[in-house]
């Protein structure tokens, strides 16, 4: 018997997977961001010699930044997507 459903069960439609790339990749920004707030206060610490001070004003610097960068996309759509 035919199916009388013509989509195929298993594909991803175009749709979505613009959308699984588009959110995974705002997940790896966040979380390079947050890694490279840490890192960096950590080497700002060990230069500076100041404790853990540097670590902690970068990674909170860092964890507001990479909420910031996909709200605003939320926001304000970019201009490929005023688009379609």
Do not use: H, W
């Amino acid at each position: 018997m035919d199916n009388p459903n013509p989509k195929k069960k298993g594909l991803i439609s175009p749709e979505s997977a613009r959308a699984f790339a588009k959110y995974s990749g705002m997940a790896f920004q966040m979380g390079l961001i947050i890694i490279l707030g840490v890192l960096g206060g950590q080497k700002l610490d060990v230069l500076l010699n100041s404790g853990r001070t540097c670590t902690l004003i970068s990674t909170l610097i860092a964890v507001f930044l990479a909420m910031y960068l996909p709200l605003k996309d939320f926001i304000v759509p970019s201009k490929n997507e005023k688009k379609k």
